[in-house]
């Protein structure tokens, strides 16, 4: 089988591999789509903070089950599935205390751990998630929009209340659909016109461009009265937009980062 490799910053190949085999308590999977996240891009162009080289990238994908060794009773062969790619370590003071999320050993499939772009990749069955009649091209976009739901539903927000998402990259959209499933008023930000038209069309017609710090405080107290946002949720990842998002909450407002930076 192949597999797409990033050798080192911005050299990527074909390697040929041996179909992996499935140990015990694994699923044997058959990848179908996978998306090129921002930390992918990062990790070929050599800006990604955790990465380490040469790396298979990917975790967001979908597949379909090929063969199940173990006890699965929610897979069966030839279901299409997505999974989780973050591991823990199960034994840190994080994992002890409930918040996997936060384990003290993380390994990202992609970034520390080998990622889902090969022909066939292995994972624990208790990682696979059935795709529930979601079609493959839908089930690859599952990791990321549970990422920006996450992130949004951290901040509570109430219906009604206005939500400012800086970033209107895959992660910002997902971010705004999901304030909108709490009933609020959500508005993108972005330097670039052409992610805040994408935005429109696909049913968020409220922005601000992000020209210059002073052009992006004056857009935010026209539309919140000088009163600021409700939630602001950071989709980009520099120091520049966290700062950007504090100051354009309200007092008591609440500002989630969910961009990865280095600063």
């Excluded at 173990?70 to 994080?94: I, Q, R, S």
């Excluded at 918040?99 to 992609?110: F, H, I, S, Y």
């Excluded at 009604?160 to 909108?180: C, K, M, N, Q």
């Excluded at 052009?215 to 949720?233: N, P, S």
């Amino acid at each position: 089988m192949q597999s797409i490799q990033i050798k080192a910053p911005k050299s990527v190949v074909l390697v040929d591999q041996e179909r992996p085999i499935p140990n015990e308590g694994e699923v044997l999977l058959r990848l179908l789509y996978g998306g090129i996240c921002g930390s992918d891009l990062s990790s070929y162009r050599g800006t990604f903070a955790y990465v380490t080289y040469p790396r298979i990238p990917g975790h967001e994908f979908s597949a379909e089950v090929i063969a199940i060794n173990g006890d699965a009773p929610h897979l069966k062969e030839g279901m299409l599935v997505t999974a989780n790619p973050y591991f823990n370590c199960g034994t840190c003071y994080a994992c002890q205390n409930g918040l996997v999320n936060a384990c003290m050993d993380n390994q990202t499939m992609g970034v520390q751990r080998e990622g889902g772009f090969s022909e066939y990749i292995t994972l624990p069955i208790e990682r696979v998630y059935d795709g529930k009649g979601l079609d493959a091209k839908t089930l690859a976009l599952i990791e990321p929009f549970a990422i920006s739901y996450h992130g949004v539903k951290r901040a509570a927000p109430r219906a009604g209340e206005r939500v400012l998402i800086i970033g209107a990259g895959t992660i910002g959209i997902f971010a705004a659909h999901a304030a909108s499933l709490f009933g609020a008023k959500v508005w993108l930000a972005d330097i670039a016109e052409g992610k805040l038209e994408l935005a429109k069309s696909l049913g968020f017609p409220q922005s601000i461009l992000n020209k210059n710090e002073e052009y992006f405080a004056e857009q935010v107290a026209k539309v919140t009265d000088g009163a600021g946002f409700d939630v602001v949720v950071e989709a980009v990842g520099l120091g520049a937009t966290f700062l950007q998002s504090v100051e354009a909450a309200c007092h008591g407002g609440r500002v989630v980062q969910i961009g990865v930076g280095t600063q």
